[in-house]
């Protein structure tokens, strides 16, 4: 990591919304890991991004696809797509959830 990216990732880390649920009920949440995630993906470490958080890689073209839709109203197959994403990201996401209470 260079200088530039050091300085970058610093940045990010210091506006991390700390997790309610961890502090306060000692466990993570099924959102823990998101953003986490997201600062792996914008340093370019893609296998750690979903080590750390599975439904990062559907997430994302979730929301692209729901700014599209909404922006361009698209009519064929971007609803099926929509809820084929949705379905795969909450399946992850109570995957990634479950895993983590029981280790």
Do not use: N
């Given at each position: 990591m260079n200088a530039t990216e050091n300085i970058a990732y610093m940045g990010l880390q210091d506006y991390m919304?700390?997790?309610?649920?961890?502090?306060?009920?000692?466990?993570?949440c099924p959102g823990c890991g998101l953003q986490r995630s997201?600062?792996?993906l914008f340093q370019g470490?893609?296998?750690?991004?979903?080590?750390?958080?599975?439904a990062i890689y559907t997430l994302i073209p979730l929301i692209l696809l729901i700014v599209v839709n909404k922006l361009f109203?698209?009519?064929i197959g971007g609803n099926?797509?929509?809820?084929?994403?949705?379905?795969?990201?909450v399946f992850l996401i109570l995957a990634n959830f479950i895993f983590k209470l029981l280790h």
């Open positions: 919304l700390p997790c309610a649920s961890k502090q306060i009920l000692g466990f993570d997201v600062l792996l470490e893609f296998l750690a991004a979903f080590e750390m958080y599975p109203s698209l009519k099926i797509l929509l809820i084929a994403l949705s379905i795969s990201s």
